[in-house]
């Protein structure tokens, strides 16, 4: 059990403090009046919108917000529906994470019929157990969540049922995954290629979550600038994202099959690091010309896209990077940006967004964009140099070229991947299961 424990109950009891929800009030901010009463102290909640699940969601939020620090938090839920009684637990249930000690241990969700909402909230529970792993492998200092200590702790998904597979240095060598093996050679611990499997149970192609897992990034020889570095531990939340919703899934029992495939390394700096000017031979047998060391996660993930392609033969593809920051300056911390070759897939993964509150854009490639990757001693240039330029488009257009004719979808979480007090949002694990809910659990689907 990740976070704090929600426990259903019928009727509430002496000593239990309780948010209380007076329904939909329609306005632009949550109202709040806080009540001691002979139960305990009650806070009286008005929700700001109409009655919607994110309403919900919101005031389960503002909640544990405003009830402040307790170890136990009962919600009285009574008289409303199922689907709105689940939101507000699942509101409450992801704002009393915290990266360290979380003081919520349990909270209380009062509802008129626990056996009606027990299902629903199993579902929901699932998905938020996915967003707090991915929260908490964010959270991680850089010295802690090394590249292998990140795979040691995907061993324990193994006791959900999900096959885990780790390819080191040495396998990664064998296969030719040159651009992987480039970006972690000047760090201690190794690169790892981590391969995740749910089965699920249709006898389909699974769907793959491609994330990238830089566990700490100094940009390499092409070194950041000293402000905002201590940041970049949270340069492996794609990858993070990604084994969340693999979690989520399994924590349903998913009938789908799925796979992620997380390229995970340090970009640092040593005297093996490589360097502006070389040229690697990826996985998948194209050259590139490095230009940036500081542009490493477009690298590892051609590596780990070609081999979630060919290797894991997926339906869809859809890959989350913190990749670029000309997305935080396109969309700022509101929205992350989506590219990809398949219109379907794009507007199937921003639906799946709106309904958790994980917001996508769509972005563009263009043939422009391709072009400007045009090396003289390579198939291609990794990114370009110069000011103004569409570094978030250059980097799908090089995406695309290693997705090959694989429905895929390309997520830059850059922007959105902290919240406002800098804490990590998991976003991207709630938003992938819930795809996979809508469109890739039909037996009939092709």
Same mark, same amino acid.
């Given at each position: 059990?990740? %976070?704090?424990?929600?426990?259903?109950?019928?009727?509430?009891?002496?000593?239990?403090? *309780?948010?209380?929800?007076?329904?939909? /009030?329609?306005?632009?901010? +949550?109202?709040?009046?806080?009540?001691?009463?002979?139960?305990?102290?009650?806070?009286?909640?008005?929700?700001?919108?109409?009655?919607?699940?994110?309403?919900?969601?919101?005031? %389960?939020?503002?909640?544990?917000?405003?009830?402040?620090?307790?170890?136990?938090?009962?919600?009285?839920?009574?008289?409303?529906?199922?689907?709105?009684?689940?939101?507000?637990?699942?509101?409450?249930?992801?704002?009393?994470?915290?990266?360290?000690?979380?003081?919520?241990?349990?909270?209380?969700?009062?509802?008129?019929?626990?056996?009606?909402?027990?299902?629903?909230?199993?579902?929901?529970?699932?998905?938020?157990?996915?967003?707090?792993?991915?929260?908490?492998?964010?959270?991680?200092?850089?010295?802690?969540?090394?590249?292998?200590?990140?795979?040691?702790?995907?061993?324990?998904?193994?006791?959900?049922?999900?096959?885990?597979?780790?390819?080191?240095?040495?396998?990664?060598?064998?296969? %030719?995954?040159?651009?992987?093996?480039?970006?972690?050679?000047?760090?201690?611990?190794?690169?790892?290629?981590?391969?995740?499997?749910?089965?699920?149970?249709?006898?389909?192609?699974?769907?793959?979550?491609?994330?990238?897992?830089?566990?700490?990034?100094? /940009?390499?020889?092409?070194?950041?600038?000293?402000?905002?570095?201590?940041?970049?531990?949270?340069?492996?939340?794609?990858?993070?994202?990604?084994?969340?919703?693999?979690?989520?899934?399994? *924590?349903?029992?998913?009938?789908?099959?799925?796979?992620?495939?997380?390229?995970?390394?340090?970009?640092? +700096?040593?005297?093996?690091?490589?360097?502006?000017?070389?040229?690697?031979?990826?996985?998948?047998?194209?050259?590139?010309?490095?230009?940036?060391?500081?542009?490493?996660?477009?690298?590892?993930?051609?590596?780990?896209?070609?081999?979630?392609?060919?290797?894991?033969?997926?339906?869809?593809?859809?890959?989350?990077?913190?990749?670029?920051?000309?997305?935080?300056?396109?969309? %700022?911390?509101?929205?992350?940006?989506?590219?990809?070759?398949?219109?379907?897939?794009?507007?199937?993964?921003?639906?799946? /967004?709106?309904?958790?509150?994980?917001?996508?854009?769509?972005?563009?490639? /263009?043939?422009?964009?391709?072009?400007?990757?045009? !090396?003289?001693?390579?198939?291609?240039?990794?990114?370009?140099?110069?000011?103004?330029?569409?570094?978030? !488009?250059?980097?799908?257009?090089?995406?695309?070229?290693?997705?090959?004719?694989?429905?895929?979808?390309?997520?830059?979480?850059?922007?959105?991947?902290?919240?406002?007090?800098?804490?990590?949002?998991?976003?991207?694990?709630?938003?992938?299961?819930?795809?996979?809910?809508?469109?890739?659990?039909?037996?009939?689907?092709?």
């Amino acid at each position: 059990m990740i %976070g704090t424990e929600v426990r259903l109950r019928p009727a509430p009891k002496p000593g239990v403090p *309780l948010a209380v929800p007076e329904g939909s /009030g329609g306005s632009d901010t +949550t109202e709040c009046r806080d009540e001691l009463t002979p139960e305990g102290r009650v806070l009286w909640l008005a929700s700001p919108g109409h009655g919607l699940a994110l309403d919900w969601e919101a005031l %389960g939020r503002h909640a544990v917000a405003k009830a402040g620090p307790l170890p136990r938090l009962g919600l009285d839920a009574r008289g409303l529906a199922p689907a709105a009684a689940v939101a507000f637990a699942t509101g409450a249930a992801l704002a009393a994470w915290q990266p360290r000690d979380t003081m919520l241990k349990r909270l209380d969700l009062v509802v008129d019929q626990p056996a009606a909402v027990a299902p629903p909230w199993a579902r929901a529970s699932a998905a938020v157990q996915g967003a707090l792993f991915a929260r908490q492998l964010t959270a991680l200092p850089g010295n802690v969540l090394h590249p292998a200590a990140f795979a040691e702790r995907l061993q324990d998904l193994a006791g959900h049922g999900i096959e885990v597979k780790l390819l080191g240095a040495a396998r990664l060598r064998r296969l %030719g995954a040159g651009a992987l093996l480039a970006v972690g050679a000047g760090a201690r611990h190794g690169p790892r290629l981590a391969v995740l499997r749910w089965p699920g149970r249709l006898a389909t192609r699974p769907v793959a979550f491609v994330g990238k897992g830089i566990t700490f990034d100094t /940009g390499g020889i092409s070194i950041k600038p000293a402000e905002g570095m201590e940041r970049m531990t949270s340069d492996m939340a794609g990858a993070a994202a990604c084994a969340g919703a693999l979690l989520a899934m399994a *924590l349903r029992h998913s009938p789908a099959p799925a796979v992620a495939v997380l390229a995970i390394a340090e970009n640092t +700096t040593g005297a093996t690091s490589y360097r502006p000017g070389d040229v690697l031979r990826t996985l998948s047998g194209r050259t590139v010309e490095v230009v940036d060391t500081d542009a490493e996660g477009r690298l590892v993930l051609a590596d780990a896209l070609h081999y979630a392609a060919t290797r894991c033969r997926p339906r869809a593809m859809l890959d989350l990077a913190t990749l670029t920051g000309a997305m935080v300056t396109a969309l %700022g911390t509101h929205r992350a940006g989506i590219f990809g070759n398949n219109a379907a897939l794009q507007g199937q993964a921003v639906a799946a /967004g709106e309904q958790v509150a994980e917001r996508l854009w769509p972005m563009p490639i /263009g043939q422009r964009h391709r072009d400007d990757l045009a !090396s003289d001693i390579a198939d291609l240039k990794q990114c370009c140099t110069g000011r103004l330029l569409p570094d978030a !488009s250059h980097a799908a257009a090089f995406l695309r070229e290693f997705a090959g004719p694989t429905p895929w979808a390309h997520l830059d979480i850059a922007g959105t991947r902290l919240d406002d007090k800098g804490l990590p949002t998991g976003f991207g694990a709630r938003l992938l299961d819930r795809l996979v809910e809508l469109h890739f659990e039909d037996p009939d689907r092709p």
